[in-house]
Structures are given as C-alpha cells and as structure tokens.
C-alpha cells in the first residue's frame, strides 16, 4: 500500500503520528523557505508543509499541479485554520516525498468552477471526472442504485441478468444492430428495454424481478438523451396497478431518504392522464406549484368529460379568440405590475418557433381590483373580471392567454406556465414532489400511417373494463378524420407514470397475459399474424404455458440521479457520456473498422454518394 | 394483490386461518370425491385439498399441470404430514377458486430430474426456469452478487458503469462490432472488458472501482464460453500486487461465507506459474489432491531452475524414453490392483485425439514392495524403485508415464492427473480450495507472427526488477528458434490468477502506468507507433497528467457461480444462454434485419458464394 492514511482522513487527534499520503497535487504556494501543497484524493484534501531542510530536495523535484506524489511525515496541527474542510486542523510536515508521476499541466483547471468548455472537457473526461462537482454526481448515482438494490433485495426482488445480444424488433424507436459472424448475414439486436426478457421471468414465476441495466435506442440526441442510457427495471407477479404503486413509491421515498435525508411524508398525489392534460397541458406535471391552467375554450372532440368557459370570451368579436380552437388561460401571481419590456418579452418568448405562438394576451389584475388588459376594447372590466375569477387569479396576479389550434395551444401554455414557474423562483431544486399519472390512453393515432400505434408499449394492458371494447371493434379506421370517433381513441391502458418535480423519472404497467388479447393487440398496432409470430412468437408461445397476471414498470436511472443531483443534464451523471452525435470524443469512437472484420460478419459497406 | 401468502410460507401456526394463494398447478391427484393439487410459486409447494362440494365446479373447469389458479380456503393441519417441504405439515382446504390462464400440455415436465433434452429446455427456456433445479442456479448467481456488492462496498469500493459503445481495437478477442447510423461508414465496438475505462478511473482518481457488467467476446464457442458474458470487474490505485491479493481473497471467503456457509480459515496458498507448470502441469492447478508430476525428462531450454530425474531413466536403451523430450510421472495412490481391462482403457484414454500420446507406461507398485512394469524388460526392480521413491509412489500405488514433446506430454499428463483425481473422489464439490498463481511470463511468443504476444493483455506491467529489461533491449527477435533465450522471455509479469478447484475464476495485474513503459509495450507487441496511438492515444494521453500506480483483477461471474453451484456448465447459471452456435434458440436470435435497416446503417451484405 503507497499509504497510510487518505487525504480526507487525518484529525487533530491524529497529530505527531508518523504517517504516509499519496495524491493528486493540487496547489502549491510557496513562502520564502517553506512550501505548501494541498495534497488531493478521493476522499479529501491535505495540506503538507515542505519545511527548510526539503526545499534543496523541491527544487531538484520541482512539483507541479496534478503531480502524483507520495510523501512521509508528521500530522501537526495548524495554527490557521481552515474550518472549510474536514482534515483543516491538521497539515502534514513533510521529511520525506517521491514524485510517482508527473503532470503535463492539464488543458483545464480541476477545480469546481472550471475554466475548460465542454468540448475540452469532454475529450479529457479523465480529468474532468478528477473535479469534486463530476464526482459527487457520480457518488450520488452510486448511492441511488444502492439504495435501490437494499430497498429491492429487502422486499423480495431478485437481481436477474437478460442479454444483450438479442433479435431486432424494430417497434418504435430504432435498433442498433450487431452483424454474427458465425450466422451469415444475421444480426442481433440490443436490446431497447428488457421488456420481453422480465415478462418471460414472471412466466416462469420468478415473481418479483429487478435489474440495474443498459438500454441502447438508436434515436437522433437530444440534450437529455444518450444512445445507451441506464434503466432500473422491475416487474411482478400476481399484483394488480395498486400493489406496483404502492412498491414503487415505496423505492422512490427510500431513496429520498437515503440519498437526500428527506422523509416524504405526504401521500404520493395522483392524477388521471386526462386531468393532467387539462389542468396541466401535460402528462408530467410540475405539482411543486398550481398555476392550473384556466380552459376558456375547447374543441369539442376532446376532454368529453370536461366543461369548458366559452361563455367568457365568445360573443365579444375578438377575432384572435373567436377563430381559435382552444383558448386557455394562466395566473401568474404577483406579476400584475409587469413592465411593458418584460410582457414584450414573454410575447416574443411565447413566439419563438420552439413555442410557435402567434401571439399573447395578458389581464393585469390589478391591486385595486381593476383591471388593464392588452384586449380592453374586445372584453369590458366585468367580463375581464369573469376571466380572472375562472382563471382563480388573485389582485396583483397577471393572467397569460393563449390561443391557437388545441394541441399547440396546449403545448405552449403548459411551457409557458413552466417558465413564468421558473421566474417566478416556484421550481425549487430542493423540493421534491411525486405524482402518479394514470389512466393513459392505450392508443395514440398515427396520421401518416392512419393507424393505432400503442402509447406505451405493445405489451400493456387495457383497462380490464376495455379489454371487451377492444376483442369486439375491428380496428381499422374507415374516416382518418372521424378516429377520434373509433371505440379505441377512449381505451384506456393499465399504466402509469411516476411524475418528479415535473419530469416523468418511470413508468410501467399491467401487462397483457393472455394470448388472444396479445394478438389482438398485435393486429390493432397493424402488424400480420405471420409478422406477430416472427417477432414475438416466443412470447405469445409463453403465454400458452400458464402465464400468470404480471407487471411492472422501469425507472430512467440517469434522469432520477439528475433530478437528485439538481441538475438537467443526465450527461453530468454519466461518467463516459457520448455527445449529440452519439460519440465518444475521448475514444474518438465511433471508428473505422478493417477489412478483416468486414469479411468476418459478410458485409460492405455502401456509403451515400 | 391475488394473494395473502406464497406458497412456501404457510406452517401449523397458520392452521384455521382464511387465505389466498396463487401459483402454478404443480400435480393433481384425483381420490374418488377429493383432489389433491400441489400449487406450486417461487416460494415453494403447498398441498390443496378440494372437497366432495368444489368437485362439480373442478368438473366444469378442469385443472391441468401448470395452470395458473388462485384459490381461497382454510389452512388445516394434514394427517399425513410431508417432513421433505416447510410447508408439509399443512393443507388448505379450498372454498373457491379461479383460473387465472390455463396451459397447453408443456413439452417437458417442470420437475428436477425432467424428460426434456436440452435442445427442447432452450426453446422453452422460460418452462425450463420453471424447474427448481434451475431456479437454485440463479437465486445463487444473486446471492454471489450480493455478497460481492457487500463487501466491496463495505470496502469503500464504488460501482462506476463505463459505456458499452465504444470503439474497435481487435487485440487478442475478436469484437462485436455495431454500425453506427449517425456516424456513417463507422462502427463501435461493444466492449470485451471495461478495460482501458477502469484504467482512466484510476488515472481520475476514483480510487476503488467495481462493477459486475456484462463483455462481449466474438470467439468460436466451447462448452463453457458464451458470446456475453459476466465479469465482477474491479481496479485499485496506490497499491500493491500484495493489497490486491489480500483484498480479494477476502472477497472471494466473504462470498464462501454468505452463500455456501462455509467459513475459509486456511491462508490462501500461492504459486508461481513455474512451479504450477512444473508440479502439476497447467497455470491452475486443483490442489484439492496431490499427485504432483514427478519430471523425469525436460529439454534444457524450459524450467531453467529446474532438475529433472533423467538419471533415473537415462541408459536403459527404452528408445521410447530416449527420444522424448520429456518424460513424466505421476503416482495414483491405491490403484497398483488395475486390471489390465483398466489400465488399457487408461491407455486408450490418452491416445484420445484431446490428449493425443501414443501410449501410457505402468508400473505397478504393489503391497508387498515388489515392482510390476510395463517396461521391466528395460528397467531392473532397483531402477523402478528409483522412479518410485521420485515420483513420492507408496506400496499399493501406480505408477502413470509419458513421455513426448514438451507442451504436449506436459499438457496430457496434467489431464490424466486431473481424470484419475475424479476417478479417486478427489475432486469434491463441496471442498473449496484456492490457490493464487503468481509471476506469470509477461510475453508468449507467437510462432506464426514471430513476435511477442501480451500473456495476460497490454496493461499488465512487469516485475520491476524486470523494468529495464524491457525497455533496455529491442523487441526484436532475430532467430525465431532461439527465440527463448531473447531477454523478454524470461521477463515476469506483475500479474496473479485466483484458482478455485482447478478453475481460473479472477485475474489480474498491476498495471502499467507510465507513457514510456506503456509505448515500450505496444511496440514490443508489433504495433506501429500510429496504429497505438490510433488505438490507445487517449489511454497514453492519460497517463502523461499524473497517472497513478494501479491494479485490478476481474472473476468470471458465471464460472465463479457455477464452480459455487458444483456444475461445469457455466449455461445452467445464465437465465437466457446462447447455444454453441451463438444462437439463442428461443428467440431465434440473430436474425435478418430488414431494407431500410440496412440503408439506415449504410452497409449491404456480402454473403460467400
């Protein structure tokens, strides 16, 4: 061992021991004839004293920054200390040392506040990964996945590893591909999720089942997304919606507690997808904060159970309205005495094109009681005040209004209300709120294809008082303009979303376990028979042999550490992240292979002209 | 939930309560009015009994093996209890009960000793897993990874995951490579171990790294290799081939400990590589026995600290001896009563094509002192009693002799050692002895090439005595059948394999961590100074800003768990294995991908005539 003790370790009651350390140099500074070094490792910091009779052997050895050294000497305690840090008391008076490797000096400084861009830091990741803020995220992901792993292993769960090299299902998101060499012209697959591989398991009733494990989608990059990124996967037998979300709010609190010191008390809040949509205009809303969405209008083809306040704003020959499809309003408290600066702000925000707005209206509910509205000549005080009463705005709130085609509208009054959230300090990194969001649709519509593509997935059941809605309707869409009409736009699935602090961190559901609803559901999706058994005929064959009612639900691991960590970025919590063009620019992969290889796996390539 | 217990749960202190069990129908026996149903679930058995009243509902829904039901009832102490299962002692009177989904007739029966072969279980692999015997294996793989996480969290270690696309760099192994879509004309390469990643861990500092991760190895396949397989991979900095051997032979008691309750007292012995070629014939050696070789004969090039007894069969004009390279002996203890029926089927059994002698030499010391040889024509009583009393033969042994090339004979006569220590009951399952092997040779030299091949892989840092061997001399070798007296010959690694009855489950090395000595390596290893950097630049550009003194070892997952389990086939410990070719017969996998998978990653096949 090259030493005795960590660089985090050494206490006040430590002092005259005799001790060695080995580390990273992070500082030097030197005072006539004495120098000090803060010494770095995992664990912490020390400061060494290289004392007179050691400068002659410094200045034969100079050091320098991230130097690996080793050094012997005494723990003394400091006269000025540095109550910053764990080991401040103490320094190391040094008589003896050994450079074990030297440092070019590092194209970025290894401190918090790095001077490095992202690219630079992104080629040197090995020293990037050296500064405290990279590690304590990678810390912390160790600390999630064991907390996941005890609160699992606690309640039954076992810990079971399915391949990786498996068959191509192309569903959705895109595959990447693995050529065989020993099989000509065949490929494997990676797999997306283990979905088929944890459903067999219950078939072969293994009951309860987790794993920590890659999951690879060949998709274009998005900030958040990686091609191969960390699922915490789970599924259970014999257990309905009730018993999943009961266990897994369960994971989630421990790692709270665990990882953040937090006892979440509050029961977990849930919601119908349809009353996130409407209240929200999304299916993961932010619940730290309200700023419910006030539904002035709707088309009438959607949210057949909701009501919405036409009466308030028809009839009063404001064309932006009149002609919209959707109206929805938000309240933004406090914010009446806006500057015309910052409204004209929030109009060009709302109009960028990732908003695609045309335009915004406010009412300032002023103070007083009056009110001041960009649409005064359209709506008089008092149906301005109608307004604000739906929209539950306060005295000294702004409301914010959009209006546009339903799903647009939707879209950009809930972004809107996240920003004016923002702004308005109600997205606390410290606060954590859960929320179930149930009941999803089954089916969502595919215009291009005009056909049913599943929500969730493939394997997700229908609400049990669906499941004969969906045996008995053929599901093919005679009018595409009419789908909304089709008996399975009001299906509903047997899945669920767990919702934090406004980002979906897992979801899962029921499963299908029967085989003639399973190919029903393959048929529905607009896949033939022949087609349905080349992909999934070993799981439709399972389900002959005593599948039992099952399901489950996988946790994005990298984003649940993000959102714990306080950050957006899931990258940050990945050691050897790719970047937007899925590659590894440390590696300098991916590569060329060589000719070799090709004639191994039996293929050329054919490049785009 | 569908359930208030499992099966496995319910004892005579549950007698008279009301209870739900769910489960698989294991058995049904019919007597006259009653049935009795074994349920089966992952927890165990329980016995139902359905009465005269259920019988005409059991006649409208007819039960069959492997139905999934669920059933409510009473728990009643049996008359005749079962003392083999926990649950014997009970039964439940059933009140009522459901099918959950019936089950085609399976192909197999789901019991421990099944009627299906192995080409059938791996096409039903999930009916397979059903089986108790198979169920063991995998509750064991998690227990083994358990203990593993526990103790090396206990031991400050951090589960760090390093990406699976990464970049192709064909040493040794072939890769599996994945074209990338985005990045068109390139390939990444899914990773034969994490390597180089475990390396910049260290050079970032984060001290104690492992991770139980999944590596991909394109290799023509043998009964125990698969494609994927596990590794509990791990990597220390600032420390010592001796903190490394001590850590993880903790490790290795720890798991004997929580998963075979046995307690390892004994100190770990250790060997080099030398005396293990010498003294048992093979790098790992199943010490659980003696029977070490007793070497008669070596050529003069090998074993260079070593003697030989050629005294002993010199000038006896057995022109067989005389032309051998080597000669070597083993005694087997007790059997000097073979028949010749026995000993010829030994003698059969090294002419086999695997082993590939030409014959076995006897001789028989018998319990009355006397010698009985094969070669008495050549040798007096007195000179068999020489080779005897070196081969460490006690009255009632005999004596086993080859004699051939070097490689060759020493190979067979460490498999006859092997074959007759299971023909005695020396290999026993259930005794655990490990044994490090130590100072492996750093090179082996690659006739067809003429050049030095990594014995253990690039990274592995020789002795330092051996430094300056290495890089004061030229790779270079001159004349290819002197190529053992070039000075790399005789340079040893810093390396060590764990050996656990006969099988390598770990190894590892310290590695090298200076650019020079690194670049010094890739080029004895023929690599041009461009194709290093191409392949390993971030890794040499790593180690120029303060890399530290490293090492690391990485087990075998699935044989560790296998050796613990007492099978040699790595396959019954893997739940969804491939077969020889490959394939994974369930899902018929790999398989073709289709057109526009293929214009997507811009390659076309190129299949042979």
Same mark, same amino acid.
């Given at each position: 061992?090259?030493?005795?003790?960590?660089?985090?370790?050494?206490?006040?009651?430590?002092?005259?021991?005799?001790?060695?350390?080995?580390?990273?140099?992070?500082?030097?500074?030197?005072?006539?004839?004495?120098?000090?070094?803060?010494?770095?490792?995992?664990?912490?910091?020390?400061?060494?004293?290289?004392?007179?009779?050691?400068?002659?052997?410094?200045?034969?050895?100079?050091?320098?920054?991230? +130097?690996? &050294?080793?050094?012997?000497?005494?723990?003394?305690?400091?006269?000025?200390?540095?109550?910053?840090?764990?080991?401040?008391?103490?320094?190391?008076?040094?008589?003896?040392?050994?450079?074990?490797?030297?440092?070019?000096?590092?194209?970025?400084?290894?401190?918090?506040?790095?001077?490095?861009?992202?690219? /630079?830091?992104?080629?040197?990741?090995?020293?990037?990964?050296?500064?405290?803020?990279?590690?304590?995220?990678?810390?912390?992901?160790?600390?999630?996945?064991?907390?996941?792993?005890?609160?699992?292993?606690?309640?039954?769960?076992?810990?079971?590893?399915?391949?990786?090299?498996?068959?191509?299902?192309?569903?959705?998101?895109?595959?990447?591909?693995?050529?065989?060499?020993?099989?000509?012209?065949?490929?494997?697959?990676?797999?997306?999720?283990?979905?088929?591989?944890?459903?067999?398991?219950?078939?072969?009733?293994?009951?309860?089942?987790?794993?920590?494990?890659?999951? +690879? $989608?060949?998709?274009?990059?998005?900030?958040? $997304?990686?091609?191969?990124?960390?699922?915490?996967?789970?599924?259970?037998?014999?257990?309905?919606?009730?018993?999943?979300?009961?266990?897994?709010?369960?994971? &989630?609190?421990?790692?709270?507690?665990?990882?953040?010191?937090?006892?979440?008390?509050?029961?977990?809040?849930?919601?119908?997808?349809?009353?996130?949509?409407?209240?929200?205009?999304?299916?993961?809303?932010?619940?730290?904060?309200?700023?419910?969405?006030?539904?002035?209008?709707?088309?009438?083809?959607?949210?057949?159970?909701?009501?919405?306040?036409?009466?308030?704003?028809?009839?009063?020959?404001?064309?932006?309205?009149?002609?919209?499809?959707?109206?929805?309003?938000?309240?933004?408290?406090?914010?009446?005495?806006?500057?015309?600066?910052?409204?004209?702000?929030?109009?060009?925000?709302?109009?960028?094109?990732?908003?695609?707005?045309?335009?915004?209206?406010?009412?300032?509910?002023?103070?007083?009681?009056?009110?001041?509205?960009?649409?005064?000549?359209?709506?008089?005080?008092?149906?301005?005040?109608?307004?604000?009463?739906?929209?539950?705005?306060?005295?000294?709130?702004?409301?914010?209004?959009?209006?546009?085609?339903?799903?647009?509208?939707?879209?950009?009054?809930?972004?809107?209300?996240?920003?004016?959230?923002?702004?308005?300090?109600?997205?606390?990194?410290?606060? +954590?709120?859960?929320?179930?969001?149930?009941?999803?649709?089954? +089916?969502?519509?595919?215009?291009?294809?005009?056909?049913?593509?599943?929500?969730?997935?493939?394997?997700?059941?229908?609400?049990?008082?669906?499941?004969?809605?969906?045996?008995?309707?053929?599901?093919? &869409?005679?009018?595409?303009?009419?789908?909304?009409?089709?008996?399975?736009?009001? &299906?509903?699935?047997?899945?669920?979303?767990?919702?934090?602090?406004?980002?979906?961190?897992?979801?899962?559901?029921?499963?299908?376990?029967?085989?003639?609803?399973?190919?029903?559901?393959?048929?529905?999706?607009?896949?033939?028979?022949?087609?349905?058994?080349?992909?999934?005929?070993?799981?439709?064959?399972?389900?002959?042999?005593?599948?039992?009612?099952?399901?489950?639900?996988?946790?994005?691991?990298?984003?649940?550490?993000?959102?714990?960590?306080?950050?957006?970025?899931?990258?940050?919590?990945?050691?050897?992240?790719?970047?937007?063009?899925? $590659?590894?620019?440390?590696?300098?992969?991916?590569?060329?292979?060589?000719?070799?290889?090709?004639?191994? /796996?039996?293929?050329?390539?054919?490049?785009?002209?």
């Amino acid at each position: 061992m090259y030493r005795t003790h960590t660089c985090g370790q050494l206490r006040v009651t430590d002092v005259n021991k005799e001790i060695t350390l080995a580390g990273w140099v992070q500082t030097i500074r030197k005072f006539g004839a004495i120098t000090f070094v803060d010494l770095r490792d995992r664990y912490g910091i020390t400061q060494l004293l290289f004392g007179e009779q050691l400068q002659p052997e410094l200045d034969a050895n100079p050091l320098g920054r991230e +130097f690996v &050294i080793q050094v012997q000497g005494f723990v003394q305690e400091r006269s000025n200390k540095n109550r910053n840090i764990p080991t401040g008391e103490v320094e190391v008076q040094v008589h003896s040392f050994k450079i074990l490797n030297k440092s070019a000096v590092p194209p970025f400084t290894i401190t918090d506040e790095t001077d490095g861009g992202d690219d /630079l830091r992104m080629k040197y990741r090995y020293l990037d990964l050296r500064r405290n803020a990279v590690k304590k995220n990678l810390e912390l992901r160790y600390a999630v996945s064991r907390a996941t792993r005890n609160y699992l292993h606690e309640q039954g769960f076992m810990d079971i590893e399915t391949p990786f090299l498996i068959k191509s299902t192309p569903e959705g998101a895109r595959d990447f591909v693995v050529p065989s060499r020993m099989n000509a012209g065949q490929f494997y697959a990676l797999p997306q999720s283990p979905q088929t591989f944890k459903q067999l398991l219950m078939v072969s009733g293994y009951d309860r089942y987790y794993q920590i494990v890659k999951c +690879f $989608r060949d998709e274009d990059l998005r900030a958040d $997304r990686q091609p191969e990124f960390t699922q915490i996967d789970c599924e259970m037998c014999f257990v309905e919606q009730e018993d999943i979300l009961h266990m897994f709010e369960g994971l &989630i609190k421990h790692i709270f507690h665990e990882v953040k010191g937090v006892h979440y008390k509050e029961k977990v809040e849930r919601m119908t997808w349809e009353d996130a949509m409407w209240h929200f205009g999304n299916d993961k809303p932010d619940i730290r904060f309200g700023m419910k969405l006030c539904n002035l209008k709707k088309p009438a083809s959607v949210f057949l159970q909701k009501t919405d306040n036409a009466a308030l704003i028809n009839g009063a020959d404001f064309k932006v309205f009149d002609d919209a499809e959707t109206v929805i309003a938000i309240a933004a408290p406090g914010c009446s005495e806006y500057t015309r600066k910052q409204t004209d702000e929030l109009t060009e925000w709302v109009k960028r094109p990732q908003i695609g707005m045309k335009g915004l209206v406010f009412i300032k509910c002023n103070a007083d009681g009056t009110y001041k509205s960009s649409v005064d000549k359209f709506y008089s005080e008092d149906k301005l005040k109608a307004i604000a009463e739906a929209a539950e705005a306060q005295p000294g709130d702004l409301i914010l209004m959009l209006a546009g085609a339903e799903e647009r509208t939707r879209k950009a009054i809930s972004e809107l209300r996240l920003e004016m959230g923002k702004k308005l300090g109600y997205r606390k990194e410290t606060e +954590f709120k859960l929320l179930w969001v149930l009941d999803f649709p089954l +089916f969502e519509y595919d215009e291009e294809g005009n056909r049913w593509v599943a929500r969730h997935h493939p394997f997700t059941s229908p609400k049990p008082a669906d499941i004969d809605v969906m045996i008995n309707n053929n599901p093919h &869409i005679e009018d595409a303009a009419k789908y909304l009409e089709h008996p399975y736009a009001n &299906i509903k699935a047997n899945a669920y979303d767990l919702v934090l602090n406004g980002n979906e961190i897992g979801g899962g559901s029921i499963r299908i376990f029967q085989r003639p609803l399973q190919e029903k559901m393959f048929a529905a999706l607009g896949m033939s028979e022949e087609e349905a058994m080349h992909k999934f005929g070993f799981l439709l064959g399972a389900f002959e042999y005593g599948a039992p009612p099952h399901g489950g639900l996988a946790f994005g691991f990298d984003r649940l550490c993000a959102i714990l960590g306080g950050s957006e970025s899931i990258r940050d919590f990945i050691a050897f992240p790719k970047n937007n063009s899925g $590659r590894d620019v440390m590696l300098d992969a991916p590569g060329p292979i060589d000719e070799k290889q090709f004639q191994e /796996l039996n293929i050329i390539l054919n490049l785009p002209e």
